[in-house]
């Protein structure tokens, strides 16, 4: 019973390994990777797109469509070594994580990298400003002499009020 118990069990061990063998040279072959530089970009920025997956002198088809700037060409650099690419991020880009790839033209090896587009080049806390355009109107306006106006016309409204109210106390009626 063990005997047959320990088979499957390496049967079915080396049955995953083969077939983890054939799934990746599909996406690791060539042990490249796709560098995104920066990796943090803020919309209508620029940014580099570096691989080394595509062999010396290879160039390589770039896809950024998930941010929205489309497609773009990498182009093997001036070292030799490496194919380099340029997009700029849509000033529209809303703030995310989005995968950018590229495809070897070669062979047609898929690599891929992550960009991360933020509202704020520094990765600090972004605070509202200004004032939210309701219709109703606000408490202070951005005249001063009708914001002082209708505070002075609030202060008499209160003295007369408080006058009215003293006098009715102490008897003398309206």
């Not at 069990?9 to 072959?29: D, I, Q, R």
């Not at 803020?42 to 941010?67: I, L, W, Y």
């Not at 690419?85 to 809303?94: D, M």
Request: aromatic fraction near 4%.
């Amino acid at each position: 019973m063990r005997r047959t118990a320990a088979r499957l069990l390496t049967g079915g061990t080396l049955a995953l390994a083969a077939a983890g063998a054939v799934a990746v040279p599909a996406y690791g072959a060539g042990g490249g990777r796709l560098v995104v530089a920066p990796a943090t970009a803020v919309p209508g920025g620029d940014v580099t797109v570096t691989t080394a997956a595509c062999g010396g002198r290879g160039a390589a088809a770039g896809d950024a469509g998930a941010v929205g700037a489309g497609r773009f060409t990498l182009a093997p650099g001036t070292d030799g070594g490496a194919a380099v690419g340029r997009f700029r991020v849509p000033p529209s880009a809303h703030p995310g994580t989005y995968e950018i790839v590229a495809e070897c033209a070669s062979d047609g090896h898929k690599v891929t990298g992550d960009l991360v587009v933020t509202l704020s080049p520094a990765r600090e806390q972004v605070y509202p400003r200004g004032s939210v355009k309701t219709g109703v109107g606000g408490a202070l306006g951005p005249d001063p002499v009708q914001t002082a106006a209708g505070v002075t016309a609030l202060a008499v409204a209160a003295a007369g009020g408080t006058w009215l109210l003293h006098r009715r106390a102490r008897g003398d009626g309206i």
